[in-house]
């Protein structure tokens, strides 16, 4: 709001008087908002994000505040009414695991609004759901193989590796890389090279490091028997 006042020159021959004008003048721009953190298509194990939006105005914010769909809807999670320029901190916490779109507004005194564009974040704290695991064999004979499987799913941001753990008799546990066989299921054909009980286990972990293990089973491995010798005969000479 501007006040205007016009005055005479006492040296002019008007009359004594004065009249005062108020001309409002309305702010048509928009408010700037930055998305500071976390960055665009962001995935992270825990169910506590902190984000930061920046707010700036030629004239008075009034309020900040973050969208979110967490709950299913697409809403204002929280805002802020301190109306100063500068970085707003939203504190989120128990989010569900899934994943999310989210987005920052700002208002000023004229109502004037601006909101960014949505930006992604899945929450995945679950571990793999490793459901079965089997071995084709439960005895057998020393350098032989076993084939072990192992069927994982992974239900929010997907598998990143799989193994197969073999507990040897004497020697430390050696892990064993997997190949798909079908489904959701993997495998790994192993030498047993080692006579004892020798023990398998499966390990998977998803592409935020959430782990998970399951005890596979035992197989038994022994010395193969030697094969009966041919006597020599000596005589009588043929």
Do not use: H
């Amino acid at each position: 709001t501007y006040n205007i006042t016009a005055i005479y020159e006492q040296t002019q021959n008007y009359s004594q008087s004065s009249r005062t004008n108020y001309v409002i003048v309305q702010d048509a721009q928009f408010p700037v908002i930055v998305l500071n953190t976390p960055m665009n298509a962001y995935n992270v194990s825990s169910r506590n994000v902190t984000f930061n939006i920046t707010a700036d105005d030629n004239y008075n914010i009034t309020n900040v505040s973050l969208w979110t769909n967490f709950t299913g809807t697409y809403q204002i999670n929280q805002t802020n009414l301190t109306g100063t320029k500068g970085d707003y901190t939203f504190n989120v916490v128990n989010i569900p695991d899934g994943g999310y779109i989210w987005a920052g507004q700002v208002c000023d005194s004229s109502n004037n609004c601006n909101m960014t564009n949505n930006r992604t974040i899945t929450i995945d704290t679950t571990s793999p759901n490793i459901t079965a695991g089997a071995i084709n064999v439960t005895n057998t004979s020393l350098n032989g193989y076993v084939r072990v499987n192992c069927t994982v799913i992974d239900a929010v941001i997907g598998l990143n590796i799989v193994l197969i753990g073999a507990k040897k008799p004497s020697l430390p546990q050696q892990n064993y890389s997997t190949s798909l066989l079908g489904g959701d299921t993997r495998y790994s054909d192993i030498q047993v090279d080692e006579v004892g009980n020798w023990t398998f286990s499966c390990y998977a972990n998803d592409t935020l490091n959430n782990l998970a293990s399951f005890y596979i089973g035992n197989v038994s491995v022994i010395q193969a028997a030697d094969a009966p010798s041919i006597p020599v005969l000596q005589f009588p000479v043929d």
